[in-house]
């Protein structure tokens, strides 16, 4: 997945301008820049990688989540429905708007289940946020359905899945607003960023506003723009847009890599009768970030993640034991440590989880390994990897 495999002369140039002229600010400063606007160039790019009208970039995939939240209104005591199986920065930054997350249940996907969904919704729920985790998606027809049907809210983060898609849509451009990631492990990469994609006009305008303390960038002195509404401070700077100009023209490049990687693992593991594949819902296309397979229980995926260890095959990951990824070794949220208080109606709202058990989640976790595609791999090394995880697994389902 890693865009920073890659870097070269590209990313060098575009930084190189930034810093030739000294404005490293997205915003202002007109006279200084020779026009150079790295940033709005790159929402321009984005616009049409992602195919929407709008898109505004921000300083991470968090804080896109949180913008692009708070552009359509969720706040304090809205509920919003989130999988068991995402990253932390989901409950991050629906919490930080003092709204609460609702955990459910995903599917063989390894994306929200529409039917836990549709159970948890109730007359707080104002979004469901749909993570497309390790570069494939849920079922998003059926989780469009029931937000026309209840009209909430329909999230994407799509972070993990650039070049994904869906019925020939982009990922991440499918629900109301879509939210993506640069940080330094994603597909391309800014070092930290992240962009919110809709088709909403009037969430994008909020969104801008929103991401640069409220500014309402009309005209050219910042200094005289008025604040139509309480803001905050989500800026992208410009070098770390340079970094993602460079690396969004590389894209179609690096997903031709990762597919070929990918189907070569895919290939040789299917070989193996035990080892079956997370489900893509018909007319989806993976980004090939990652290959996710599951076995038939919990001590088999325990023994080839030691097998893998044993063997060298790195970048391979059970999450039902990880720390970031699945529901089950978030203490800290389930306890509510917080370095400072915590409203009442969240605390109130968060106190389902204290008990929670996601039987479903744990059936399709526990059984899976997701291993992250590189793109600097050699056609070799991807050969011997290919034979050493064949072995791994066999070896594994033998004892
Ligand atoms: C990486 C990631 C984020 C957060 O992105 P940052 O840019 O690191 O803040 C959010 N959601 C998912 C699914 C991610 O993988």
Redesign the pocket.
Known sequence: MPGFELFGDLERKEVNDVLDNGVIMRYGFDGMRKGHWKAKELEQELQNTFQSKHVQLVS??????SVALASAGVGAGDEVIMPTF??V??FE?IMILGAIPILVDIDDTLGLNPEAVEKAITPKTKAIMV???CGSMAHMDALQAISNKHNILLVE?A??AIGGTYKGKPLGSIGDLG?F???F??TITCG???AVVTNNEEYYTNADHYSDHGHDHIGNDRGAETHPFLGYNFRISELHAAVGLAQVKRLPEFLEIQKRNFDSLRNALSEIPEVTFRTVPEGGVESCAFLNFFLPDIETSRKVIEAFKEDGVDVCWNYYDNNWHYIRKWDHLKDLKSLFPISTEVKKGLAYLKNAEFPKSDHYIERNISCLIKLSWTENEVKERASKMVVCIKRALKN
Request: hydrophobic fraction near 40%; charge should be negative; charged fraction near 15%.
């Open positions: 991470s995939g968090t804080a896109a989540v995402t990253f920065a989901s930054a993570v497309q985790m983060d972070c993990q939210c990631s640069f940080d492990v994603k930290e960023g992240g």
